[in-house]
């Protein structure tokens, strides 16, 4: 008897386990569809976006408003200095034009003022050629013509460098030749000039040419 209520119990524990086990192969369980992890995501999203636009609404009025006031502030600048830059562009340009024309003007003068010597020149060179010319007169004409150049050059400020009785100076002779010296007053006067040097408007274009006592 014994054996048997044994067998009975052990055979309705493996009944019960077996409705367990059938039980839960019944269960389905049911998949998170695309769909809800769409809305999840949507969600979320929606959260961090309500997040900036706070984040973006948390700037107070008075900072915006400098902000803005440095935008402003920065357009002009940089508009100034847009036309800042192109007055000085168009005034180097007029310069460098004006420049140009003062050089050309200033060349067309002295020809122009040359010509009238120029013309007698060829007058007198035409003369000379006459044998019965008197040379006394041709003479008088070369120095008419040469002091009429000399008063034009005065005049566009051309000056000759005195080296009469004048002491050897680097600033203004060039020395091609030295002679010794008889006295010891004498050295570094100059002895004699071999080419005439010039200065225009109190600048040096030609220094002097000169034999000095050395």
Do not use: C, W
Not at 75 to 95: G, I, M
Request: glycine residues 2%; aromatic residues 6%; proline residues 2%.
């Amino acid at each position: 008897m014994e054996e048997q209520k044994e067998d009975m119990e052990n055979q309705e524990i493996q009944d019960f386990d077996m409705d367990d086990t059938e039980e839960m192969q019944n269960i389905e369980v049911e998949p998170l569809s695309v769909e809800n992890e769409k809305n999840e995501t949507s969600k979320k999203s929606g959260l961090f976006n309500k997040k900036d636009k706070k984040t973006k609404q948390a700037i107070p009025d008075d900072l915006q408003q400098e902000i803005e006031k440095i935008k402003a502030d920065n357009a002009e600048l940089q508009d100034k200095f847009l036309r800042l830059y192109s007055e000085f562009d168009n005034y180097r340009k007029r310069t460098q034009k004006e420049k140009l024309e003062v050089i050309q003007n200033a060349s067309e003068s002295i020809i122009t003022s040359l010509l009238p010597i120029l013309d007698d020149m060829e007058r007198a060179i035409k003369y000379s050629e006459n044998p019965n010319v008197d040379l006394d007169s041709i003479k008088e004409g070369e120095m008419l013509i040469s002091q009429k150049m000399n008063n034009l050059l005065k005049q566009k400020g051309l000056k000759a460098i005195n080296t009469k009785d004048a002491l050897f100076d680097t600033d203004y002779h060039e020395a091609i030749g030295t002679i010794p010296a008889s006295k010891e007053e004498d050295k570094g006067k100059i002895v004699e000039e071999i080419e005439k040097g010039y200065m225009l408007n109190d600048k040096v274009i030609r220094f002097s040419k000169v034999i000095i006592y050395q």
